[in-house]
């Protein structure tokens, strides 16, 4: 989808469809452009649309102005008027305007603009709801939006924004197709070979294979690959253009989860593609950054394997080693994410980072604790988790946190090795997360769980069901913020 921003009146814009946004009970919105207009609205406010979140009707224009329909799309109650209100209306009226057969659509920014909020939010949200994953369908959906007019006085200032939102955009949806693609296809080294693609003057890429990583000590996330005739790779992407300490960012990027021994079960473990959704973040994040030449020091690692059963599978009752020297008795091979991203931690040390963040799919706890609607946080240094939180409310990734309290060390203490992996189901959630605090150590670090939000299981606004790619744009908002 073209998105063009132009300087003309909504009743001089040839178009098969003219968005008109309205706040909840506000009939009057429009008066100024057409008498017509106006009296077509005043009708149907009284009978079909009050302008509550997400209502749409689509009508016929007049035959005096140039568009040919008009979608009026409601904004909900002016008083609760957010950026959000504004994405999610624009997914619903752009995915309506497409299955409809649309090609050349319309937006009139006045109201948006009237309440002080940007009508970019609005294309924000049209170029995340009409994603579509087709890759392995032999009957393709063919409506397609080509054009989307944004009509505004203010061009200049809404071109830079618009830069920003559509990088941004492509990132999520390179997320999104990562994660819906299926782990046959989606193995280790094709995250590796994705990661490599990305490379340019200003990305360096490096792929450690199984035998760097037995040099390093890596035993904690070679215990989870050993099941597995995939071989681990581990992805290091490096950007730089600032002089100061790198921020580190770990997504989890196990390609495919059956549990390990401690086997899953059967229903519902084809979803377990998505267990890789935090590193499809971090290569979105990093594409972005890339694109945006943005002034930071970034630094993505993912720790890539598949975690299965087979006869040289890690078993439970095994004790490994970390990269930094600590010992794990591994009670639960389900619990892995937290193997291969102490191992990401202990050699994100190297760069003597400002600040570690990692973001995975840890544990089926934190969708029972927060449901789909927040990733849990956990850190250790509240300045890093404020910022966070902020970037969280800005872009409706939220965010909820949680405890990380000294008395969880016991849960996971050990009688035959320095740790365990699992302390069974008490405080699942949080001592996943002191897990990997004992590798981050005094290390500014937030651990992000995104177990519950990576995928959803209906359409929502402007997430389709399936992959949602969270973390991208919130990540990419905190690091637009960090000094």
């Known amino acids: 989808m073209n998105i ?9 814009c040839v178009c098969d469809a003219l968005i008109l946004p309205f706040t909840e009970g506000d009939s009057g919105l429009y008066d100024h452009l057409d008498s017509n207009i106006s009296g077509l609205v005043k009708k149907l406010f009284s009978k079909e649309f009050r302008g509550k979140q997400n209502d749409l009707i689509l009508i016929p224009a007049p035959e005096n102005i140039k568009p040919e329909r008009l979608l009026l799309v409601g904004l909900g109650k002016k008083e609760e008027l957010s950026n959000e209100h504004i994405r999610q209306a624009a997914g619903k009226a752009v995915v309506y305007l497409r299955d409809r057969g649309m090609k050349n659509i319309a937006l009139s920014s006045h109201v948006i603009s009237s309440y002080n909020l940007s009508p970019i939010d609005f294309i924000e949200g049209a170029l995340l709801g009409v994603y579509t994953f087709e890759k392995y369908l032999t009957e393709k959906n063919n409506n397609k939006i080509d054009r989307l007019t944004l009509l505004s006085g203010d061009v200049k200032k809404l071109k830079d924004d618009l830069h920003w939102t559509e990088t941004i955009a492509t990132s999520v949806c390179l997320a999104r197709d990562l994660i819906n693609t299926p782990s046959n296809d989606m193995t280790p080294a094709q995250l590796a070979s994705t990661a490599l693609s990305l490379r340019n003057n200003n990305l360096k890429v490096k792929v450690l294979e199984k035998k760097d990583m037995q040099k390093l000590g890596m035993g904690a996330l070679l215990s989870v690959a050993k099941g597995s005739h995939e071989p681990p790779k581990f992805i290091v992407l490096e950007y730089k253009d600032a002089k100061d300490s790198p921020v580190v960012i770990i997504g989890k990027s196990v390609t495919f989860d059956s549990g390990g021994l401690s086997l899953k079960p059967a229903d519902g ?3 377990m593609k998505d267990d890789m959704s935090g590193g499809a973040a971090v290569l979105g994040i990093m594409k972005a950054v890339s694109e945006m030449k943005m002034p930071v020091y970034l630094i993505g690692i993912l720790p890539a394997t598949e975690n299965l059963p087979g006869g040289s599978a890690t078993k439970p009752g095994d004790v490994v080693k970390s990269i930094d020297g600590k010992t794990i008795e591994i009670i639960n091979t389900d619990a892995e994410g937290r193997l291969i991203l102490a191992d990401a931690i202990g050699y994100a040390k190297r760069f003597n980072p400002k600040a570690i963040i990692d973001i995975a799919t840890l544990t089926g706890a934190c969708s029972i604790a927060l449901g789909n609607e927040a990733i849990a946080m956990m850190g250790n240094q509240r300045e890093l988790m404020d910022k966070i939180k902020k970037a969280a409310d800005k872009t409706y990734e939220r965010v909820w946190e ?13 009688d035959i090795a320095d740790l365990k992996n699992n302390s069974g189901k008490s405080g699942a959630l949080v001592t996943s997360a002191y897990f990997l605090y004992e590798f981050a150590g005094n290390i500014p670090w937030v651990h992000l769980d995104i177990a519950g939000t990576a995928w959803t299981e209906k359409d929502r606004p402007y997430i389709p069901k399936g992959a949602s790619g969270i973390g991208v744009r919130l990540i990419l908002n905190l690091i637009k913020e960090l000094k």
């Not at 949680?402 to 050990?414: A, C, R, T």
């Open 402 to 414: 949680m405890p990380l309290f000294k008395e969880y060390k016991e849960y996971l203490k050990s």
């Open 269 to 271: 473990m084809e979803r």
């Open 4 to 12: 063009y921003i132009k300087n003309i009146t909504e009743v001089n």
